[in-house]
């Protein structure tokens, strides 16, 4: 006798994930709503290269050496790697207050400001945290009704808080914070290497046509390489330059939302209580610190009472984590068989039928 299984349909965390992020894979990519400058990035990197790896790398590997391709192509997996890890990774968003914690906080803060007068302004919803023996407030965060980590910040394009929270970057389609930060710059430094060499073999590529058939008619046969010399020539000076910005602020161990707010070189002149006064110390911790878990669970599965059906009983829920064998299956009791087919309860028998009233009389 056959058994017929019923699969209810799993609902995950990242179905009902607050805030403008998208999801792709079953939780697995998280990303920016606003992808089309990501999708012009990977245009440009993967169009830039396609023709440089057809035209020109054939002919500089014959003519100088075989490892001008090789370099290039190592070049631009890494690019794509650190790219592609920095696009689709959870920067380190901060999940919201639950119901409940929400009220206990709003319970908090009117136990700690008191009652407000009518017609003034509540006080700032601000909580002091000491780091390294320096005061440093965690700001109220309207939206997620949470009291924001040190160096948190809320981003306004995904509407959420995301942790040591650096700024919202178009070009990768995410937000840069604690989590993909350090993609992000060996991102745009293997970006920055990748558009230099690739410039400077193309100028290479003309000088060395232009000796055998003259510059003109060098330009004449290579429509590419001039659009990649356009191309490289505009990125080269935007992409250097935020690689150089980056390295000066990893060297003092701060965020670009830090420094475009001038927390640390304000008119206080407050030290940053998060730099080590040694550059070598804040690039390893910057770069090559542990990476925390995102605390998000995305693909973590919601109980069947949030996602709006029956939460299933102790009983279903073991013994579907228990195999069962076929031998097993076919040695079921009737009543075991009647919960997990669903067939109705059996009818009672018919009442036997009363005898005939011929037979009642002759026996009178």
């Known amino acids: 006798m056959s058994v017929m299984v019923v699969r209810k349909k799993v609902t995950r965390k990242w179905e009902k994930l607050p805030g403008r992020n998208t999801f792709c894979c079953d939780g697995r990519v998280m990303m920016a709503r606003q992808k089309g400058i990501f999708y012009l990035t990977l245009f440009l ?35 794509m790697a650190t790219l592609l890890r920095t696009s689709f990774s959870d920067p380190g968003v901060i999940p919201r207050a639950l119901p409940d914690e929400a009220a206990f906080i709003e319970m908090e803060i009117e136990a700690t400001n008191g009652a ?5 302004r509540p006080p700032p919803r601000i909580k002091n945290f000491q780091i390294n023996n320096q005061i440093v407030k965690l700001k109220y965060c309207y939206t997620c009704k949470i009291f924001r980590p040190p160096r948190a910040s809320h981003c306004s394009i995904c509407d959420n808080c995301v942790e040591r929270f650096d700024h919202h970057c178009p070009w990768v389609g995410n937000c840069v914070g604690k989590r993909n ?19 400077a073999f193309n100028i290479v590529y003309v000088a060395l046509k232009s000796l055998k058939i003259g510059f003109l008619e060098t330009l004449k046969e290579t429509p590419g390489t001039v659009l990649e010399v356009l191309i490289c020539f505009f990125t080269l000076w935007s992409v250097v330059g935020l690689t150089g910005f980056h390295t000066f602020l990893v060297a003092l161990n701060q965020t670009t939302n830090e420094d475009i707010k001038g927390s ?33 669970d995305r693909r973590g599965i919601l109980p069947l009472e949030e996602s709006g059906s029956r939460p299933p009983s102790t009983q279903e829920t073991s013994s579907s984590l228990l195999p069962q064998s076929p031998a097993s299956t076919e040695h079921m009791n009737s009543n075991e068989m009647a919960e997990d087919t669903s ?22």
Request: aromatic fraction near 14%; charged fraction near 15%; proline fraction near 13%.
């Open 181 to 199: 930060y350090r993609y992000f710059y060996l991102f745009i430094l293997s970006l920055s290497l990748l558009t230099i060499y690739v410039f």
């Open 116 to 120: 407000v007068p009518q017609g003034q």
């Open 45 to 79: 990197i993967l169009g830039t290269c396609t023709l440089f790896f057809a035209f020109e790398c054939r002919y500089l590997a014959v003519q100088l050496s075989p490892a001008i391709p090789v370099f290039a192509a190592m070049l631009f997996l890494f690019s």
């Open 343 to 364: 067939i109705p309860e059996e009818m009672p028998p018919p009442e036997p039928p009363e005898p005939p009233q011929e037979a009642s009389e002759a026996e009178k």
């Open 264 to 296: 640390w070189t304000g008119k206080n002149r407050v030290q940053n209580p998060y730099s080590h006064g040694n550059i070598v110390k804040n690039c390893c911790e910057v770069l090559c610190g542990p990476l925390p878990p995102s605390v998000l």
